[in-house]
């Protein structure tokens, strides 16, 4: 299971939950979202924007400090269960983590005026739970990226996904292809701009990692060869 960790206040941001829930399909583990820090403020108006990018996805609110939703996140913490949470650092992550603990076994920090934490938590850390469950503790963003493989752009973004099996090309990459369904609809109203911009860039990024393993793979393949060819040409000469 993936915990997606993200605060309630102005730095909510549906683009870094959408950016989260891809890396969390990619690794292949369910999500859950978790809305930290419900205690400073209301938090029926961020369920409602969650609900409309990621509506398959639960979201759970949560206060380290408060306890609220601790209940209701005991109840995906089942026995035998591992879960990793993530998001940046700041969010209340090893908070959390403690109040789930009863203990204060974790550092957590103070977050800094600029809104970023400090990276109190400075390596994974693999936590036993009462209950039977265990739970993974990161050090914010920088430990989670995004790597090539799978359709992982296509779960994540399912409303594009489907928008784009009526695209004119098969290989539509919704750009400025002609009969692309997915422009269609954003130019229509129907897409929200920024989501289809924040598709694009992670589609960038994810191309660009594919291009380096496929460098790295190329080179792996020709020093295969050059150690074979020398290999051959010794067992000539001898
Ligand atoms: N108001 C409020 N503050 C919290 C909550 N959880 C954590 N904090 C504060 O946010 C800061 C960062 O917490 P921490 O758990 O270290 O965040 P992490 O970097 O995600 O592990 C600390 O100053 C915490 O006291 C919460 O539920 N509510
Ligand atoms: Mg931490
Ligand atoms: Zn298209």
Same mark, same amino acid.
């Given at each position: 299971?993936?915990?997606?960790?993200?605060?309630?206040?102005?730095?909510?941001?549906?683009?870094?939950?959408?950016?989260? &829930?891809?890396?969390?399909?990619? *690794?292949?583990?369910?999500?859950?979202?978790?809305?930290? %820090?419900?205690?400073?403020?209301?938090?029926?108006?961020?369920?409602?924007?969650?609900?409309?990018?990621?509506?398959?996805?639960?979201?759970?609110?949560?206060?380290?400090?408060?306890?609220?939703?601790?209940?209701?996140?005991?109840?995906?913490?089942?026995?035998?269960?591992?879960?990793?949470?993530?998001?940046?650092?700041?969010?209340?992550?090893?908070? &959390?983590?403690?109040?789930?603990?009863?203990?204060?076994?974790?550092?957590?920090?103070?977050?800094?005026? *600029?809104?970023?934490?400090?990276?109190?938590?400075?390596?994974?850390?693999?936590? %036993?739970?009462?209950?039977?469950?265990?739970?993974?503790?990161?050090?914010?963003?920088?430990?989670?990226?995004?790597?090539?493989?799978?359709?992982?752009?296509?779960?994540?973004?399912?409303?594009?996904?489907?928008?784009?099996?009526?695209?004119?090309?098969?290989?539509?990459?919704?750009?400025?292809?002609?009969?692309?369904?997915?422009?269609?609809?954003?130019?229509?109203?129907?897409?929200?701009?920024?989501? &289809?911009?924040?598709?694009? %860039?992670?589609?960038?990024?994810?191309?660009?990692?594919?291009?380096?393993?496929?460098?790295?793979?190329?080179?792996?393949?020709?020093?295969?060869?050059?150690?074979?060819?020398?290999?051959?040409?010794?067992?000539?000469?001898?």
């Amino acid at each position: 299971m993936v915990l997606l960790a993200s605060a309630v206040g102005p730095d909510f941001n549906p683009r870094r939950i959408e950016r989260l &829930l891809t890396v969390a399909y990619q *690794s292949g583990g369910a999500p859950v979202v978790l809305l930290t %820090k419900a205690d400073l403020d209301e938090v029926l108006p961020y369920e409602r924007q969650l609900a409309a990018i990621v509506p398959a996805v639960p979201v759970v609110a949560v206060s380290g400090l408060r306890g609220d939703g601790i209940q209701e996140l005991r109840a995906y913490l089942l026995r035998g269960k591992t879960a990793v949470l993530i998001g940046s650092s700041g969010v209340g992550k090893s908070t &959390l983590i403690n109040h789930l603990l009863g203990a204060e076994s974790l550092p957590t920090g103070e977050v800094h005026r *600029s809104g970023q934490g400090r990276h109190t938590t400075s390596h994974r850390q693999l936590i %036993k739970l009462p209950g039977g469950s265990m739970i993974i503790d990161t050090p914010g963003l920088r430990e989670v990226q995004i790597w090539a493989g799978g359709d992982t752009l296509g779960v994540a973004f399912a409303d594009i996904d489907d928008l784009a099996r009526r695209c004119r090309f098969t290989d539509c990459r919704h750009r400025q292809e002609p009969g692309c369904a997915v422009i269609a609809a954003e130019a229509g109203g129907a897409l929200d701009t920024s989501r &289809l911009t924040n598709y694009r %860039k992670l589609q960038g990024e994810l191309r660009a990692i594919e291009v380096r393993a496929d460098i790295r793979l190329r080179l792996e393949e020709r020093r295969k060869w050059k150690v074979i060819h020398r290999a051959v040409r010794k067992g000539n000469k001898g």
